[in-house]
């Protein structure tokens, strides 16, 4: 009896220990803390850091520089890149019945090089629209008009119709395209190709206006051509880094909950809501654990990820260099959607992260209306977990001013919701050390095989969603993600 009482008194205190480091830590990441000192000199001193960019190498320095001062252990992880694509400037000029200097912008991977070409009313570039036009479309620029987005599911709208328009502009032999713009009022943003990495087609966004006036002159019956010169510093493939700090467990220290955001970002803007403040959250909860002297279980890991603009290369590399360690990762989330407040997370086809989310979510119920989804997401650094297996989460946000800022000249320290950004921090603070604390004979988290993860693709029809981001191939030619 006596040894049952020790035994429950112990079992009490370590409870009682385990609540008071939640509880602290939530008061410290609401507490002040330099969260937004560190986005600033993040986004105003280093500025936009496209990975393979000096200003992207300043930023490693950055990132380790911040967990050492944190006391936190840190190091960075060299991988290949596959090639380099920094642009430098585009000019384009439009003449015929009318003429004037549009404002436009190359996607990634354009070919630099001088283009001159008729521009042929494509509508909103779905195949049907791009074979009415028949011989019109061979050699010539299909200019096709894009919906509004102001939103996140306006952006996913995005992404498919372009790769609808770039699928259709292959088939029927077009020279390249050039997108009206998606943003009003003169904003341009830089967006990838469904080949990515692998594009050879010029392709361009210009301004909505000035491509809504390409199209009415067009609509007229009067034809437009356009000249565009493109120049970008390119190269084959290079290193790059990813800052990767820890704090060890203190029981199961080969058991690893990952956390990351990715540090890159396109340098229009400076890369504030997309992803800057939320690298600013990783190296704030890293250094809050730290000084509350915070011994989590298993170890927690901090991830800056490089090359995610590209096709999340960094997260890809990391997923690559710890093989079968990856089955001892419990955990992995990732913070990409800006800094509108936390409306939940998405549980990538693994359902039962979600009784565990409500736990581990409980001590911060009062700053946030949590609803999780149980939706696979293709388009970041949670990507490569998905693809091996390993249980992972992406947080889901309101959208705030992400959407209309995505990848765009206006996407700067000003946009971000500083106060949400504080409060996200703690629920992914809390978040972290639960499932670094979770109970495994509660919650057995077990990696997936190569069946069951193919079987999340199935289930949500995902072959269109990953080949929009060029994932799809890699992943069914087992280059990509578990091969068993
Ligand atoms: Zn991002």
Not at 25 to 49: V, Y
Not at 226 to 235: L, R, V, W
Not at 346 to 368: A, D, H, K, S
Not at 370 to 386: A, S, W
Request: net charge negative; with cysteine; glycine share 8%.
């Amino acid at each position: 009896m006596r040894i049952f009482t020790s035994i429950l008194f112990s079992f009490f205190i370590l409870s009682s220990i385990a609540q008071n480091d939640t509880e602290r830590l939530m008061a410290a990441m609401l507490g002040e803390t330099p969260i937004e000192e560190d986005l600033q000199e993040l986004c105003d001193e280093i500025g936009g850091r496209v990975t393979g960019s000096e200003a992207n190498e300043k930023s490693v320095e950055w990132g380790c520089r911040k967990f050492k001062e944190a006391k936190v252990k840190v190091r960075k992880q060299a991988f290949e890149m596959p090639v380099l694509w920094l642009p430098e400037s585009t000019k384009a000029k439009v003449s015929g019945a009318a003429e004037f200097v549009p404002s436009i912008v190359a996607k990634y991977q354009t070919p630099p090089g001088n283009y001159k070409a008729k521009l042929v009313d494509a509508g909103t570039g779905t195949e049907e629209e791009v074979k009415k036009l028949g011989a019109s479309v061979k050699d010539n620029f299909l200019l096709v008009e894009m919906d509004l987005c102001l939103d996140i599911p306006g952006l996913f709208a995005e992404y498919e119709a372009a790769t609808k328009a770039e699928m259709a502009a292959e088939k029927y032999g077009a020279r390249g395209i050039v997108f009206m713009a998606s943003r009003p009022r003169g904003l341009l943003y830089r967006f990838i190709t469904h080949k990515a990495t692998d594009n050879t087609m010029p392709q361009f966004v210009m301004v909505r206006e000035d491509a809504k006036r390409c199209l009415r002159t067009i609509r007229e019956g009067k034809p437009l051509d356009i000249e565009i010169s493109i120049s970008a510093k390119t190269g084959d493939s290079f290193k790059s880094e990813n800052v990767i700090a820890e704090i060890k467990g203190s029981e199961k220290p080969d058991e690893v909950v990952i956390i990351g955001a990715h540090l890159d970002s396109w340098a229009m803007g400076t890369g504030a809501n997309d992803n800057g403040c939320n690298v600013a959250m990783m190296i704030d909860i890293a250094r809050q654990m730290k000084k509350l002297g915070i011994k989590p279980k298993r170890t927690i890991r901090f991830a800056l990820w490089n090359g995610e603009e590209q096709g999340y290369f960094g997260s890809w590399a990391y997923n690559k260099e710890q093989g079968d360690k990856l089955d001892k990762h419990i955990m992995a989330l990732s913070i990409d959607i800006g800094s509108g407040a936390l409306s939940g997370f998405f549980t990538n086809g693994r359902e039962e992260l979600i009784p565990i989310l409500e736990e581990v979510l409980q001590p911060v119920e009062g700053l946030g209306d949590f609803t999780h989804l149980n939706v696979p997401i293709v388009g970041t650094d949670n990507f490569d977990f998905m693809l091996e297996g390993v249980p992972n989460l992406v947080g889901n946000h309101l959208s705030a001013s992400y959407g209309i800022n995505y990848h765009a000249s206006s996407d700067t320290f000003d946009k971000v919701d500083l106060k949400s950004l504080k409060r996200n921090s703690a629920i992914v603070a809390v978040l972290t050390l639960g499932f670094a604390n979770l109970d495994e004979n509660k919650y057995p988290l077990q990696r997936q095989s190569r069946e069951e993860i193919q079987a999340i693709f199935d289930k949500n029809k995902l072959e269109f969603t990953m080949r929009m981001f060029n994932v799809w191939e890699p992943w069914i030619s087992r280059a990509r993600g578990r091969v068993e």
